[in-house]
């Protein structure tokens, strides 16, 4: 089966920057699945997939509007001020480095502040470079109409173990 749209994809990965250092790797984290048209990874990932079919590798870069997007382009979000450190100096023009759940870590550019809440473009910390991506397709196959729906993988269980 070859990628296409409303396929489940499987990919080992290595991220890179301009400079070639790699960025992220599955040899770290692991393999990425996701539904091909829905994921929202890397926008210009999906159509660099298209025609791939298992064991194929590929490598590719995009440019910022293909990858994580210009900082000038960032989303902005309003915080409560609570959600920051009390000694954390939020003036406009101000940068301040947040941690997600996950562990990422995203800059925020703060545009506006006062006591109460905090404005600021969510910066992601590759936005403005162009990435190189290295890719092999581990798995492919057509989504459940659930997933379908959903716009996303839904994880199957694991097969029973047969005990005799």
């Given at each position: 089966m070859k990628v296409a749209e409303g396929t489940v994809v499987t990919l080992a990965y290595d991220i890179?920057?301009?400079?070639?250092?790699?960025?992220?790797?599955?040899?770290?984290?692991?393999?990425?699945?996701?539904?091909?048209?829905?994921?929202?990874?890397?926008?210009?990932?999906?159509?660099?997939?298209?025609?791939?079919?298992?064991?194929q590798e590929r490598s590719f870069e995009f440019a910022p509007e293909e990858a994580f997007g210009r900082?000038?382009?960032?989303?902005?979000?309003?915080?409560?001020?609570?959600?920051?450190?009390?000694?954390?100096?939020?003036?406009?023009?101000?940068?301040?480095?947040?941690s997600l759940p996950n562990g990422h870590t995203v800059q925020l550019r703060i545009l506006a502040s006062d006591e109460k809440q905090v404005t600021a473009a969510v910066v992601h910390p590759l936005a403005g470079q162009r990435i190189g991506m290295a890719v092999r397709v581990l798995g492919c196959r057509a989504a459940t109409a659930a997933e379908?729906?959903?716009?996303?993988?839904?994880?199957r269980p694991p097969p029973p173990s047969r005990s005799k």
């Open positions: 890179t920057s301009e400079a070639g250092e790699i960025i992220e790797s599955s040899e770290i984290s692991g393999p990425i699945t996701f539904l091909h048209g829905s994921s929202g990874l890397i926008p210009g990932l999906d159509r660099q997939l298209v025609g791939m079919e298992v064991g900082e000038e382009d960032a989303p902005s979000r309003t915080f409560d001020r609570s959600e920051f450190p009390a000694d954390a100096v939020l003036e406009a023009g101000g940068r301040f480095e947040a379908r729906e959903q716009g996303t993988v839904i994880s």
